[in-house]
């Protein structure tokens, strides 16, 4: 498989933020303009001094100008407080018990409402030619954010390549069901498989991302190897991990959360600050790494006057 595994590099091998970030910083300033189209791999090769593994970096990463340009959160960060309830409920059980899951090979069945149904690898559905490095801003609905430096591809562009039919009006999600890997699966946190959905105007918009990867290089299993789904205007839960099914439907598909508690998690799940969740206030947020539910959450998690018109006339509050 092209897109190799990247579950078990240790943390301390990995760029700290703060050269990424200064970089960012120094490119903001326009200083190296001509580095538009930055190399996902160029920053890790410098600032790793010779201590790389070349097989992990994806090749060829375009800068996405869909970024944010606040600064990204870590990669310890991001690596070691996860939600994956496949690994446990614990915000560390994902990286602590993730390496289980075997991602390589991996298939995913492409069904439904959909002309080029099948059986695909994920260097089947993405080229790495097409691979874009996007800084999203991300909020749980637990009242965590980050900041991410994604790779991946718009998710618009695989849809359009398997061609949905024209009853095509949902797309729906699922994670691997393995419970001998995936020690969570044996439990009941949720009911197995993991599944969500988006509708096909949320599927196809340019911001919707098909991930393959962070900070350059390959997915970790904890943060859903070896592709998950991006939708950065709304909760975390949505952005499904480690998808093995993508079908095309008609009728709206059931969600996990959803069906785990279908007053606290509607199908739509928008980042809105002013629609609370039943137990906690969603107005403000505690950007990871910090101790403050300080920073106040914005419509559509920043994203409104890209998104917002999907939901003109909709009651936000009651499809919430
Ligand atoms: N996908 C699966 N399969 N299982 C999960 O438990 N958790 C969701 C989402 N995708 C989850 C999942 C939730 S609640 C969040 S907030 C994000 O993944 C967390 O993504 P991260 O760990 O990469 O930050």
């Not at 559905?125 to 965590?144: D, G, N, T």
């Not at 199908?267 to 403000?284: A, G, I, K, L, T």
Request: aromatic share 10%; glycine share 8%; charged share 25%.
């Amino acid at each position: 498989m092209l897109i190799k595994k990247a579950g078990d590099i240790p943390a301390s091998e990995i760029t700290p933020e703060s050269v990424y970030n200064n970089r960012r910083h120094f490119l903001r300033a326009g200083a190296v303009g001509a580095v538009g189209a930055l190399a996902g791999g160029l920053w890790a090769r410098e600032s790793l001094g010779g201590t790389v593994m070349p097989q992990d970096e994806l090749p060829g990463v375009v800068k996405s100008p869909l970024s944010t340009d606040e600064d990204t959160n870590s990669w310890e960060q991001l690596t070691g407080y996860n939600n994956f309830y496949e690994f446990g409920t614990g915000k560390d059980d994902p990286a602590r018990y993730a390496h289980e899951m075997n991602t390589d090979p991996w298939s995913i069945k492409v069904d439904g409402n959909v002309g080029k149904k099948g059986d695909y690898s994920v260097d089947d559905l993405i080229k790495p030619s097409q691979l874009e490095e996007r800084i999203y801003r991300f909020r749980c609905v637990e009242a965590w954010s980050a900041v991410i430096p994604w790779v991946g591809v718009p998710l618009k562009d695989v849809l359009a390549r398997l061609q949905p039919d024209s009853d095509a009006n949902y797309v729906a999600f699922e994670t691997l069901h393995r419970p001998d890997e995936m020690r969570g699966q044996r439990g009941r946190a949720l009911r197995w498989p993991y599944v969500e959905g988006l509708r096909m105007d949320e599927a196809m918009h340019p911001l919707t991302l098909l991930a393959v990867g962070l900070y350059g290089r390959a997915l970790p299993n904890q943060n859903g190897a070896p592709i998950r789904l991006v939708v950065p205007w709304k909760y975390g839960y949505k952005s499904i991990k480690s998808i093995v099914r993508i079908k095309l439907t008609k009728d709206e598909p059931p969600t996990s959360w959803n069906i785990a508690n279908a007053r606290e998690y509607g199908f739509y799940s928008n980042v809105n600050p002013e629609v609370s969740h039943p137990r906690w206030s969603q107005e403000y947020e505690r950007p990871l790494g910090g101790f403050l539910k300080n920073k106040k959450t914005l419509m559509f998690n920043g994203y409104a006057d890209q998104v917002a018109s999907m939901y003109a006339g909709m009651d936000l509050a009651r499809f919430h």
